[in-house]
Antibody, heavy 113, light 109 residues
Framework: QVQLQESGPGLVRPSETLSLTCAVSGFSINSGYYWGWIRQPPGKGLEWIGSIYHSGKSYCNPSLKSRVTISVDTSKNQFSLKLTSVTAADTAVYYC??????WGQGTLVTVSS | QTVVTQEPSLTVSPGGTVTLTCASSTGVVTRDSYPNWFQQKPGQAPRALIYSTNYRHSWTPVRFSGSLLGGRAALTLSGVQPEDEAEYSCLLLSNGSYVFGTGTKVTVL
């Protein structure tokens, strides 16, 4: 069974970099599909952040593109998100997903000093 | 950037039928937008229901069906159950980016 688990700091200071990792089990990233990040601010809707293929080719939301880096580590079967220069508007539950079919449980990241 | 709009809220009686729609600011929604639908209950991660307009995942009950309707993507819930009360979001591929809809809160009453 495919499982995804997000990990990373729950609190990030304004202007710093948010870093999250998604560990995948039950399926090899090398086997295909694309792997993505989605976020949901408290009480609001879902927002696609970006996706990456096992080859390393990535696509990002144009509104976040200048601040987002998504990378994949096939040796560890995991992929990562970095979001730079964060503000309070980046406070959200961050989800990782496999091609939008299998999702992690989500992790709340709060941006605050 | 594309805006994807859904009905804010809908109410349906148990056993009834309700249709949710998903409209794109760029115009007609087609299969090339690869419409997806998700169900989300409070405190839980979204659960995928429908992909590529009308394909159910292996875990999706048959009472959920996807289609294109009047230039929009649509999700129809037939024989609604109390456990179907949730937020439903659509997802479209538009100009090379994925865009989620604004979400519809479905109340079963």
């Amino acid at each position: 069974q495919v499982q995804l688990q997000e990990s990373g700091p729950g609190l990030v200071r304004p202007s710093e970099t948010l870093s999250l990792t998604c560990a995948v089990s039950g399926f090899s990233i090398n086997s295909g599909y694309y792997w993505g990040w989605i976020r949901q601010p408290p009480g609001k809707g879902l927002e696609w952040i970006g996706s990456i293929y096992h080859s390393g080719k990535s696509y990002c939301n144009p509104s976040l593109k200048s601040r987002v880096t998504i990378s994949v580590d096939t040796s560890k079967n995991q992929f990562s998100l970095k979001l730079t220069s964060v503000t309070a508007a980046d406070t959200a539950v961050y989800y990782c997903a496999r091609s939008f079919d299998y999702w992690g449980q989500g992790t709340l990241v709060t941006v605050s000093s | 950037q594309t805006v994807v709009t859904q009905e804010p809220s809908l109410t349906v009686s148990p056993g009834g039928t309700v249709t949710l729609t998903c409209a794109s600011s760029t115009g007609v929604v087609t299969r090339d937008s690869y419409p997806n639908w998700f169900q989300q209950k409070p405190g839980q991660a979204p659960r995928a229901l429908i992909y590529s307009t009308n394909y159910r995942h292996s875990w999706t009950p048959v009472r959920f069906s996807g289609s294109l309707l009047g230039g929009r993507a649509a999700l129809t819930l037939s024989g609604v159950q109390p456990e179907d009360e949730a937020e439903y979001s659509c997802l479209l591929l538009s100009n090379g980016s994925y865009v989620f809809g604004t979400g519809t809160k479905v109340t079963v009453l």
